[in-house]
């Protein structure tokens, strides 16, 4: 298995909700990513784990929420989400968080979140 | 710090004629370089990657990618253009600076247009 699974494809949430993105690998990589990314523009790092700890938080607010129940399980846990923060959220791995300069990610096909 | 800039926000060819795509680098560092390839709504996919091996890197669906470190350069370049090649294509350089290490530096993407 080479591949990053996330789900749901798209979401569509209201500013009071509180929703989850998941995001699942079985390659053994340590190391796994949240991205932000808007139309027409690179994407932005938000959380890294690495070895199931949160190793870089990029300053975001705490509206998002991430987690790591395991080696393979990554999620976001949003909640009060304003309608700027409507974008693609992209999941990605690596072999470990240093091996990122050897080896790139792996990224998933993202989650098209819509807030409204 | 380290970083990489697409010289073209845009790249126009007609279908069966050959592609390049530029990028510059800048890093104190030897670099690791990737070029990711981003369909409309979908994830990132690796291309190709440069770790200071064989400076002509050859990747996926007809790829390849020349490092040229007198030029600082990391162009990619395909003989023959497909319809399917439409995409954002960004060129990256993985972070080795104390503040950037294990990251993944993002150029601003350009997007490559085939006419048919």
């Known amino acids: 298995d080479t591949e990053v699974t996330q789900t749901p494809k798209h979401l569509v949430m209201g500013m009071t909700n509180k929703k989850s993105l998941k995001c699942e690998q079985h390659?053994?990589?340590?190391?796994m990513y949240w991205y932000k990314q808007k139309a027409k523009k690179p994407p932005e790092l938000m959380f890294v784990?690495?070895?199931?700890?949160?190793?870089i938080n990029e300053s975001v607010p705490s509206r998002f929420s991430p987690e790591c129940p395991n080696s393979s399980l990554l999620n976001l846990h949003l909640h009060a989400l304003q309608p700027e923060d409507s974008a693609l959220y992209l999941c990605?791995?690596?072999?470990?968080?240093?091996?990122?300069?050897?080896?790139?990610?792996?990224f998933g096909s993202g989650t098209r979140l819509t807030v409204v | 710090a380290q970083s990489v800039t697409q010289l073209d926000s845009h790249v126009s060819v007609s279908e069966g004629t050959p592609v390049l795509l530029r990028c510059n680098y800048s890093?104190?560092?030897?670099?690791?370089l990737f070029w990711y390839v981003q369909h409309p709504n979908k994830g990132l996919q690796l291309l190709l990657k440069?770790?200071?091996?064989?400076?002509l890197v050859k990747g996926i669906n007809g790829f390849e990618a020349e490092f040229k470190k007198s030029e600082t350069s990391f162009h990619l370049t395909k003989p023959s253009a497909h319809m399917s090649d439409a995409a954002e294509y960004f060129c990256?350089?993985?972070?080795?600076?104390?503040?950037?290490?294990?990251?993944?530096?993002f150029g601003q993407g350009t997007e490559l247009s085939v006419k048919p």
């Open positions: 990605a791995s690596s072999q470990g968080h240093g091996q990122a300069s050897n080896y790139g990610y792996t």
């Open positions: 390659m053994g990589h340590r190391a």
């Open positions: 784990y690495s070895y199931e700890k949160l190793s």
């Open positions: 890093s104190s560092y030897s670099p690791s």
């Open positions: 440069y770790t200071s091996a064989a400076t």
């Open positions: 990256v350089v993985s972070g080795r600076t104390y503040n950037q290490g294990g990251k993944l530096i």
